[in-house]
Structure formats: structure tokens, C-alpha cells
């Protein structure tokens, strides 16, 4: 991970597809030039002091274990976030999801209720 964030790369997936879920690397926090990131298989749980990837365009979570506030959080700190998909098994009652430029959302094991706060571009659901 220190190799991708010195080198700047602006995509990332992390891809396991049996076994335990796995911890994420905790340097992938210090990757804020990211613009595309798909996480499978893991537990997305970032430190106190992350802010959220600005630069992100496309974010893919599949199978990954992360909190309610955490998810809105991530959502809502990837301003420039185009395409987001996820298939979280949590069972979340509500999600809210304030992302701008969003185009595109995918929902599997989608929760009970969503709100779309300042969603204008949405195209795709």
C-alpha cells in the first residue's frame, strides 16, 4: 500500500473471495488520490482521522462489513463520487446518501429506507 500511495495510483481493489473477512490495510486511508476503489470480502473500518477520499469517482463495496455511520460518512466525503454499488449484507433500517454527483447507484440487500439528499444527476438506480 505505501508503494500505491507513493506512486499515486488512482485505483484500488481488494478482492477475496473465501475465508474470513479481512482487515484492510490501514496505509489504504493515507491513498487520498484514489478515484476508483472496489472492496470485496473485508472489514471497512477507518481510522478516527480519516477525512474521505475526495477525489473519488467510482465506489464498489461488496460483501464488506462496515457501520452505518461510517458508510453515510464515506458517502457523503466523496464529493466528486459518480457510481456508487453496494452490496453490504448489513440490514440497515435507513441509509441516507448526500452525494452530488452521483449518476449511478446500485443497491443489493438493499435497507428499508432511502433518502437521496442532493442527488440532482441521478440517472441510474
Not at 475465508?19 to 484492510?24: I, K, P, S, W
Not at 435507513?94 to 433518502?115: F, H, K, Q
Amino acid at each position: 500500500m505505501y508503494i500505491l500511495w507513493k506512486n499515486g495510483a488512482e485505483e484500488f481493489t481488494f478482492r477475496i473471495k473465501y475465508g474470513e473477512e479481512n482487515r484492510l490495510p490501514s496505509s489504504l486511508f493515507m491513498c487520498l488520490q484514489l478515484k476508483l476503489l472496489s472492496l470485496s470480502t473485508c472489514l471497512f473500518n477507518p481510522p478516527p482521522s480519516f477525512k474521505g477520499f475526495n477525489r473519488m469517482i467510482r465506489l464498489e463495496l461488496c460483501e464488506v462489513t462496515i457501520n452505518h455511520e461510517v458508510l453515510e460518512s464515506l458517502i457523503s466525503s466523496c464529493p466528486l463520487l459518480e457510481e456508487l454499488v453496494l452490496q453490504v449484507p448489513n440490514k440497515f433500517d435507513y441509509l441516507e446518501i448526500n452525494a452530488p454527483m452521483l449518476e449511478l447507484l446500485a443497491l443489493t440487500y438493499p435497507p428499508t429506507s432511502v433518502r437521496l439528499k442532493k442527488s440532482p444527476l441521478l440517472e441510474i438506480v
